[in-house]
């Protein structure tokens, strides 16, 4: 019986650690996937932003413009969306299963379709995890 609940402290202890370590490790997976897609958005690729973007994205603009992934893509490779820096600060995550909510402030540097211009925005992010990595399933932008 001694050997038994010391056995089942250890197992609790050690299964809280373990979540522990999943939860950080998704956390940073997003984190991390979040700064992919910043550096997509200045240097914009169809291959990178194809791999980022889940197939059912949608984009929305501060302006109201709703882009699916198609029109996202096309947009930051045309140049009529371009960003020569990114800025992300006060960055939050929130996991939920496979769902991640993000939250941050932005500011850039634009020159879209070639005029140059600035951006501060509030912006959430929704990120689900999907064939094995977080893909950008939904993005809606404040002017601030």
Request: proline share 1%.
């Amino acid at each position: 019986m001694k050997y038994l609940t010391s056995f089942l402290i250890a197992a609790v202890l050690l299964g809280g650690s373990i979540t522990s370590a999943v939860a950080q490790k998704n956390e940073k997976g997003v984190a991390d996937a979040v700064e992919r897609l910043r550096k997509a958005m200045i240097d914009p690729t169809e291959v990178s932003l194809q791999a980022i973007a889940s197939d059912k994205l949608s984009y929305g603009h501060s302006s109201g413009k709703i882009e699916d992934k198609a029109e996202f893509i096309r947009a930051l490779v045309s140049n009529e969306s371009d960003f020569k820096t990114i800025d992300l600060t006060e960055q939050t995550i929130a996991l939920v299963d496979n769902t991640a909510l993000v939250r941050h402030k932005l500011s850039a540097e634009t020159a879209n379709s070639g005029t140059p211009g600035t951006a501060r925005l509030s912006v959430l992010l929704v990120w689900v995890y999907q064939q094995g990595g977080w893909k950008l399933l939904a993005r809606q932008a404040v002017k601030i």
